[in-house]
């Protein structure tokens, strides 16, 4: 005996969506079978049961309801997990045998369009990615409910691959049968994406090809196609809304790896992983969710030409300089529905009345807004308005059709004008006479009867009937009156006339109800015929918001207009921190100059713990993503240059990809910025090496500071405990020693966070830890050993090596361990860290040990270039 027919069928479907939970229709269910049935029971908290498959075992069996579906299939998919949804296509009643069933839709995390699974101000991301080699990769992304995407060709290392992913919400990534594991595992493990696989050989459906007219390269094309045909194999119905793929070259945009976005906390803050605490947290002031989906992706792709910069921030000009013009354009925006959304809903066939409706509003915002643009001084802004279509073809179509308060269902009627349909108007004519001359009919019984309660009601299942109570059924003309139903307190009559007339308006319902959707059908796919300019429509709206809202929050922070010089040099004045400023309410945040150019790009930073080092690194680079997306900057004066890319090592990473360890980390991250900055380029160096021993940590710092000194070039500021670095001053031209400063006032240590020139001289460890609340017991014993450390005179360097030898051969070691393991250099270059390894370095001096350090670092560089 095998299994029953259903079951079979079950499993045959099942065998074709073997990644997904397959929600099998059973009735008013869908009933899930075998494993699936267990992980869902478990994952959903629904019970477990079983049923007779006509095996021997029963089946291990879970369902829910299919009204209430929608919610499972939200939790799962939040989950990770992929659903497919398998209806019954025919009818059970006329059916032969098992009911046809198939799977209609695939839901999957980067597919999701339905309005609960969606964040209305994020976008949601399907990736596809293809390997050529090492180095190569294309790289292709869509949001299905806006119909946007992005590709790209990644020329670089795999972790650009990852920092592109980590840059926006992707949830699922498409990648062919035979990528590699390592790398699946990262994008999977690491990067937490559903993975969905498709086959090498790709047949793109024909109607899809038209999205790829843009794109040339063959690589892209073929990245493409991957993510178009996983597309249609999930949605299996109408996607007219994708937008042609948009090729993206990489070398326009400022680069922002993913350790940069993440230690700036460009849209999200370290500490809670959300957005408040973030640079988007401070500038967004947008009205709109389109707005707000926008600004993420100008953040996520600051600008590198000027012209393009100078464009945007001629906007913002104009919207900053007339506040009541922009506060009008606030309001209206407000009012604007998301209609990048809205058209993706227009294609799937998702749209009710209602949709229809706000839709309609909006666009009668248009006009307005246009007019509003006009009343700028600003040239760019009344061309925008020129740009804007208010659709008035559309609106017409709308204003004439859909009702002022339609019902959310679209198959109950009552969604369209009077006046819109012959037909319709013919048949709610006689279904509201029909109304009438039953409220007469009433009235008439009720005086020939003389009854009083009688009434004429109606039900779906009855119809149309008199109802009389109990105490009156005496009166009830039996000739006349046909009994119906039984009521516990009234009795219900049918009479000829009544039914007559009955049959009449219920069909007359029927029919305008059937009418109305089939009209309502049609309306649908008229406003299908105008998504291209909707989605249009959509970016311009979404700009107009986007700058808007620059505007507004520089006003209200008092931001200024960055220039660009024609050299590559930044002066600053009373710069400030856009977050912190912010955080700390109180308007006590001190400003501070930064001013790098070609002769001195390099500032060394020192100050005790606390006073404000990483701030005014960091202020630096938000400052200039500001200004590269267009807004305005923290500063009272901002002369800027263009930079290409940032690179940054700050705070105490945990190393998000990789579970390396902090040094390791640090090495990576300083490693990454020395292999692909320019002089054009930003980097941050944050006690780079104190990961380490002393001695190992300031050989490091000193010769990644010479290295870009000599040879980079890139702008960089570096702030280091390492007081020794700053004599550093008098042999690198470039660089320029600053400090915080902090002032002691009776054994405090008051942090001014002030930026002066030339190097800090004292290090207040100790007062931080004393303000920290270590025990005073504690705190003096540190000042004893400092005093006895000072007058030993040995500087602080060498007394802390003299203190702990041991710990200092072992780190070097360790040392040489990690860059071994970072570089996996091959045998020339190991006996050379061998020889670094086997120095006696507690024989020598710590500059010469560093300077040996450095010069065999540079040969094993040397080896690497001429590789
Ligand atoms: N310019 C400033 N004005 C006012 N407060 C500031 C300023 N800069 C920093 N602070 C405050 O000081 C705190 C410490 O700043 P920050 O982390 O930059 O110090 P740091 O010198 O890098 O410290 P550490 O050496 O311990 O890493 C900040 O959280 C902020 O509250």
């Not at 009735?27 to 994952?43: I, L, N, P, R």
């Not at 399907?126 to 060709?153: I, K, N, W």
């Not at 270590?774 to 540190?782: F, K, N, T, V």
Request: hydrophobic share 35%; glycine share 4%.
């Amino acid at each position: 005996m095998g299994y029953t027919p259903m079951i079979k069928q079950y499993l045959q479907i099942k065998a074709e969506y073997k990644d997904s939970f397959l929600f099998f229709r059973l009735g008013d269910f869908y009933e899930m079978f075998f494993d699936d049935a267990k992980k869902a029971a478990e994952e959903l908290e629904i019970t477990l049961t079983s049923r007779d498959g006509g095996m021997d075992e029963r089946i291990p069996m879970c369902g829910v309801p299919h009204h209430s579906a929608e919610n499972y299939i939200r939790s799962l998919i939040e989950k990770g997990y992929k659903v497919a949804i398998c209806e019954q296509v025919e009818d059970p009643k006329t059916a032969k045998g098992v009911v046809k069933r198939e799977v209609v839709q695939l839901i999957t995390p980067g597919t999701v369009m339905e309005g609960k699974m969606l964040e209305d101000k994020e976008n949601n991301y399907l990736a596809a990615l293809h390997v050529m080699d090492e180095q190569t990769y294309g790289f292709a992304y869509t949001d299905m409910s806006t119909g946007d995407t992005s590709v790209m060709r990644i020329e670089s290392s795999w972790s650009a691959v990852l920092s592109e992913i980590y840059n926006r919400p992707i949830k699922e990534i498409v990648v062919d049968e035979t990528i590699d594991t390592d790398l699946k595992n990262d994008l999977t493990d690491k990067m937490q994406l559903t993975l969905s696989t498709v086959s090498e050989h790709i047949q793109l459906p024909h109607e899809m090809t038209p999205l790829l007219a843009d794109v040339e390269d063959v690589l892209l094309q073929h990245v493409c196609k991957q993510l178009f045909q996983y597309v249609y194999h999930t949605q299996k119905r109408s996607i007219d809304h994708l937008k042609k793929a948009q090729v993206i070259e990489l070398k326009k945009y400022m680069t922002l790896d993913m350790y940069s976005k993440r230690n700036l906390e460009i849209t999200h803050s370290m500490m809670r992983n959300e957005k408040f605490g973030s640079l988007l947290w401070v500038i967004d002031r947008t009205v709109t969710a389109m707005g707000s989906r926008k600004l993420k992706k100008w953040l996520e792709r600051p600008l590198l030409s000027r012209h393009h910069i100078e464009k945007r921030l001629d906007m913002v000009t104009g919207f900053y300089d007339q506040f009541m013009e922009r506060e009008s354009i606030r309001e209206s925006l407000r009012s604007i529905y998301d209609l990048e959304r809205l058209s993706g809903r227009v294609s799937f066939g998702n749209v009710n009345a209602r949709d229809l409706l706000q839709l309609q509003n909006s666009l009668s915002k248009i006009p307005l807004i246009k007019q509003l643009l006009k009343e700028f001084n600003q040239q760019s802004l009344q061309d925008m308005a020129d740009k804007l279509d208010p659709l008035e073809g559309l609106k017409k179509l709308l204003e004439n059709s859909i009702k002022e308060d339609p019902p959310i269902s679209i198959t109950e009627g009552n969604i369209l004008k009077d006046g819109y349909n012959e037909k319709l108007d013919e048949y709610r004519h006689i279904s509201r006479n029909g109304k009438d001359w039953i409220a007469a009919l009433e009235r008439k019984e009720k005086e020939t009867t003389n009854i009083k309660s009688l009434k004429i009601g109606y039900n779906k299942v009855f119809g149309y009937f008199i109802e009389v109570t109990r105490a009156n059924l005496h009166l009830v003309p039996d000739a006349r009156y046909e009994r119906k139903q039984t009521l516990t307190n009234a009795e219900r009559f049918i009479t000829d006339e009544l039914k007559e007339k009955e049959s009449l308006i219920l069909e007359a319902d029927e029919k305008s109800v059937d009418l109305e959707y089939q009209l309502f059908l049609i309306i649908r796919d008229k406003v299908k015929e105008y998504i291209p300019a909707l989605q249009k429509l959509a970016d311009l709206v979404s700009e107009v918001d986007v700058l808007q809202s620059f505007a507004t929050v520089s006003e209200e922070n008092n931001y200024v207009r960055p220039t660009f010089a024609n050299n590559h040099q930044v002066k600053l004045e009373q710069s400030r921190h856009p977050v912190i400023e912010k955080v700390m309410k109180d308007e006590s945040f001190v400003p501070n100059d930064i001013q790098l150019d070609e002769d001195k790009f390099m500032l060394l930073i020192t100050g005790p713990n606390m006073s404000g080092k990483s701030t005014y690194m960091r202020q630096l680079a938000l400052t200039i993503v500001m200004a590269q997306v267009g807004c305005f900057v923290p500063a009272k004066k901002a002369e800027l240059a263009i930079f290409d890319q940032i690179f940054t090592r700050i705070g105490a990473a945990d190393d998000l990809v990789s579970g390396q360890s902090t040094f390791m980390v640090e090495m990576l991250e300083a490693n990454h910025a020395i292999h692909h900055a320019t002089d054009k380029s930003l980097i941050l160096l944050d006690e780079i090496g104190r990961g380490t021993s002393t001695y190992d940590g300031m050989a490091l710092a000193q010769s990644i500071m010479e290295y870009i000194h000599d040879q980079i070039k890139a702008k960089t500021l570096f702030s280091t405990h390492y007081h020794e670095l700053t004599s550093l001053e008098e042999r690198l031209q470039g660089l320029k020693n600053i400090h915080v400063r902090a002032e002691e006032i009776n054994g405090d240590v008051i942090f001014l966070h002030q930026i002066h020139q030339g190097a800090a001289d004292e290090s207040y460890g100790i007062h931080v830890a004393q303000l920290a609340g270590l025990p005073s017991d504690l705190i003096e014993r540190a000042n004893q050993i400092l005093t006895q450390l000072e007058t030993k005179n040995v500087g602080n360097y060498e007394a802390k090596q003299q203190l702990e030898p041991a710990n200092q051969a072992e780190q070097m070691t360790l040392f040489v361990e990690e860059e071994r393991s970072l570089t996996k250099q091959p045998k020339e270059e190991e006996n050379l860290i061998a020889m670094i390894n086997k120095c006696d370095v507690l024989e020598m001096t710590p500059m010469d040990a560093m300077n040996k350090l450095y010069e065999l670092q540079k040969k094993v560089r040397g080896m690497k270039g001429r590789k």
